[in-house]
Structure formats: C-alpha cells, structure tokens
C-alpha cells in the first residue's frame, strides 16, 4: 500500500525559512518523479516544484531562486527547502509521487505570517 507522509510545515515570519520533507513508502520501484503542490484558500492547487529519479527538477515561476527541491531515490524522500518566505507562499502544501499513478500525500500546512 502506497502511503505518502509530510512533515515540516509550520509558522514562520515573512524572510523567514522552512523546509518540508516526504516519504513515501509502498513503491516496488522508485517513483518516475516526485514533488509538491500548493493549494491556497478560494486557489487551485498548483505545482511548487517536481523532480525525477534522474535529477531533472522543475519550479513554478514563484518560487524560483528561493526554493530548492531534493531527492533521494534509494529512501524515496522528497525535500522542500523554502528560503525568503512570502505571505503569499501560505498554503497547504502536498507531497506527491507518480509511477503509473498519482499519488498524494495529506498535506501540510505553511503559514507566512508576521
């Protein structure tokens, strides 16, 4: 059984830093790509930032040069390391890991407030 599990989310003031981390377990091999979501309140959920087992990694606009995604196939981990937080960056954000399927972590709340 394919289980995803968040840690990392939290509080933190505006300039401020966090990192998420994911690990998914259930995988006979390791997923073809892995990565984040984001879903603000009344917003669609979008992608944050995707990398494969090969190392290609891809971001959205927003967060490009502040954060950085990193993988480890051999544990199936998936890190978020989000530096110079905004407020607009508050959201739940969801693991995810796709072979032949998507498959979505619970989610994790981060909130950029001062």
């Known amino acids: 059984q394919v289980q995803l599990v968040e840690s990392g989310g939290g509080l933190v003031q505006p300039g401020g830093s966090l990192r998420l981390s994911c690990l998914a377990s259930?995988?006979?091999?390791?997923?073809?790509?892995m990565g984040w979501y984001r879903q603000a309140p009344g917003k669609q959920r979008e992608l944050v930032a995707s990398?494969?087992?090969?190392?290609?990694?891809n971001y959205a606009d927003a967060v490009k040069g502040r954060f950085t995604i990193s993988r480890e196939n051999v544990k199936n981990t998936v890190d978020l390391q989000m530096n110079s937080l905004k407020p607009e960056d508050t959201a739940v954000y969801y693991c995810?890991?796709?072979?032949?399927?998507?498959?979505w972590g619970q989610g994790t709340q981060v909130t950029v407030s001062s």
């Open positions: 995810y890991a796709q072979d032949s399927l998507h498959y």
């Open positions: 259930g995988f006979v091999f390791s997923p073809l790509s």
């Open positions: 990398v494969t087992t090969g190392g290609s990694t």
